[in-house]
């Protein structure tokens, strides 16, 4: 069936439809509203007391809505195994970050564009969005039923779901929107697995994803490094380079540039983080600055070459004695740090893993379960921060939500 482009354009039902929504997070909530206004009764479970409690958390630091890149290059950040970027591009085209904003904008959270393409709601929190939706979602005539944990997906007429009360229900199409694995006491703890599981559906395990990583720092270093920044460097895993920033921490780094390389350190038997420490400097300038030093280089390039205290104390740590130019030159530009494994996935911003694509057909069906659709972080994608994540939930959602829709008028 073709799709209008048009977000909530779909008034095609002719027919009685029920739809069930499985999880209360964004891509939930997003294909609960989008299969109300085509004209379904929905019922949405939800396992916790109340919908949204990740979406409230990401709230915290300020809720990176979407990113205001095209989305071409947008498509691009998205990865998995087995994951066809084109699919990601045809979904972030029926709902794209500017769909996005002019939803938000209908629910009356206005957003802005920062200079890094970062998109926020004006009040930077997730609560007055997460209302408001809920409000609409409610004035729909969409059923919340909390408190209600999917435990089986049973054959039989239509879709028959059983929750943790007791009976199994039947619908016409079912969207499990149950989420990853990252932050669990939100709800997101893949107790989902089990249920799909039961009829042979691959769900790849579940890893931290935008993490922090862990270095063997010894305990009379912790006192200097400790929460410091190490602001404009490179990072590099693997073949993958990236620049930004890291934040040392008791334990090893956080901070968007490891985040970023998430899926080149899990690929590595021994995960190794090479910093370049002054990107912008080449190998000669530091040379140069360094001329006329005889001893003592680290001490010089705190001056010459601008290194915080911090920088010089994990120089000395990873690179030992400095004792010439050169060596000082290869602790600048290729500090190799190697790395213990990422932080617990109960710490991180997402995870990787999740149902395997090959399970699920381009309308983000389940091959082996006609009529029940997945959207959101429980699938086995994953991408940086930036607003990437809640709008590949709010992408996959829709488009999950119009299959649903069709697949409901057509059986
Ligand atoms: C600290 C933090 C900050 C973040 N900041 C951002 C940000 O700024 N920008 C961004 O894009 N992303 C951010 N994220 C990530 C973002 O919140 C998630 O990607 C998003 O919430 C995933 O949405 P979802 O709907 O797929 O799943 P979830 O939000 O995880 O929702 C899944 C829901 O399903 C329910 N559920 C689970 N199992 C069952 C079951 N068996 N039966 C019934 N219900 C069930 C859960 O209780 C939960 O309510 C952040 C995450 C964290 C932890």
Redesign the pocket.
């Known amino acids: 069936m073709e799709w209008p482009g048009a977000v909530g354009t779909f008034s095609h039902l002719s027919k009685a439809v029920h739809i069930a929504v499985?999880?209360?997070?964004?891509?939930?909530l997003r294909a609960a509203e989008l299969c109300a206004e085509g004209g379904a009764t929905v019922d949405l479970?939800?396992?916790?007391r109340s919908?949204g409690?990740?979406?409230l958390?990401?709230g915290?630091?300020?809720?990176?809505l979407t990113h205001g890149e095209p989305v071409e290059t947008f498509a691009t950040r998205y990865s998995g195994p087995d994951l066809d970027p084109r699919s990601f591009r045809s979904w972030l085209d029926t709902f794209s970050p500017r769909k996005l904003r002019n939803w938000a904008a209908e629910l009356g959270i206005e957003t802005f564009e920062q200079r890094t393409g970062r998109v926020y709601p004006k009040e930077m929190k997730a609560a007055p969005l997460l209302r408001r939706l809920v409000e609409r979602l409610r004035q729909q005539g969409v059923r919340f039923h909390v408190n209600?944990?999917?435990t089986a997906i049973e054959n039989g007429d239509g879709v028959q779901l059983r929750f943790n009360d007791g009976e199994p229900r039947s619908f016409d199409a079912a969207i499990l929107?149950?989420?990853?694995a990252?932050?669990p006491k939100?709800?997101?703890?893949g107790?989902?697995i089990p249920a799909l599981k039961a009829h042979r559906v691959s769900v790849n395990t579940f890893e931290p994803a935008n993490c922090g990583w862990e270095a063997n720092w010894p305990d009379s270093l912790v006192p200097t490094i400790e929460g410091q920044p190490l602001k404009n460097i490179a990072a590099k895993a693997g073949d993958t380079t990236v620049r930004g920033e890291l934040m040392l921490t008791r334990y090893g780094f956080e901070g968007g540039a490891i985040y970023q390389l998430g899926p080149q350190l899990r690929a590595a038997g021994h995960p190794e983080l090479v910093i370049d420490l002054k990107p912008e400097v080449p190998a000669e300038v530091i040379r140069r600055k360094m001329e006329s030093v005889r001893r003592d280089f680290l001490d010089a390039a705190a001056g010459r070459l601008k290194l915080t205290e911090a920088t010089r104390a994990l120089i000395a740590h990873i690179a030992g004695p400095i004792i010439s130019i050169e060596a000082l030159v290869d602790a600048v530009k290729t500090l190799r740090v190697p790395l213990n494994g990422p932080r617990p996935i109960e710490e991180a911003?997402?995870s990787a893993g999740g149902v395997a694509w090959s399970e699920i057909d381009d309308q983000l069906m389940l091959r082996k379960l006609p009529g029940v659709f997945v959207a959101?972080?429980?699938i086995d994608w994953e991408a940086p921060?930036g607003?990437?994540?809640?709008?590949g939930?709010f992408a996959t959602a829709t488009r999950a939500a119009q299959a649903a829709l069709a697949f409901s008028a057509d059986h």
Do not use: H
Not at 60 to 64: F, I, K
Not at 186 to 189: A, I, K, N
Not at 387 to 391: D, E, F, H, M, V
């Open positions: 499985v999880g209360g997070g964004p891509a939930g479970f939800e396992a916790k919908v409690r990740k979406l958390v990401a915290y630091g300020g809720l990176n209600q944990r999917l929107a149950m989420g990853g990252s932050w939100t709800g997101s703890d107790s989902w911003i997402s959101g972080e429980m921060t607003g990437y994540l809640i709008q939930c």
